[in-house]
């Protein structure tokens, strides 16, 4: 089973930037699409951004124009490169790997909090 483990989070002021990373375990890293996620303290889990196995990334209207993903296929590493942080950017970051239209693996999260 892959495993997923991300870093990079932490506390910055608004306007700064954070750099997320999700390293996965195991090579299959290349084939997948890959996500972020973000889950705020009494909110859903929702999708930031995704990107395909061969670089095609989309991104949700709030991040637009703020955050990038990025994914290195040859050091199994995905990335999140995050600008101009808002107070309501605070959340728990998750990456994902889709395995099929059915199965996915999660990491385990990183706390991003923005102080205004």
């Known amino acids: 089973q892959v495993q997923l483990v991300e870093s990079g989070g932490g506390l910055v002021q608004a306007g700064g930037s954070l750099r997320l990373s999700c390293a996965a375990s195991?090579?299959?890293?290349?084939?997948?699409?890959m996500g972020w996620y973000r889950q705020a303290p009494g909110k859903e889990r929702e999708l930031v951004a995704a990107i395909t196995s061969g670089g095609i990334a989309d991104y949700a209207d709030s991040v637009k124009g703020r955050f990038t993903i990025s994914r290195d296929n040859a050091k199994n590493t995905l990335y999140l490169q995050m600008n101009s942080l808002k107070p309501n950017d605070t959340a728990n970051y998750y990456c994902?790997?889709?395995?099929?239209?059915?199965?996915?693996?999660w990491g385990q999260g990183t706390q991003v909090t923005v102080s205004s």
């Open positions: 994902r790997m889709v395995l099929n239209a059915y199965r996915g693996v």
């Open positions: 195991s090579s299959i890293f290349s084939s997948n699409t």
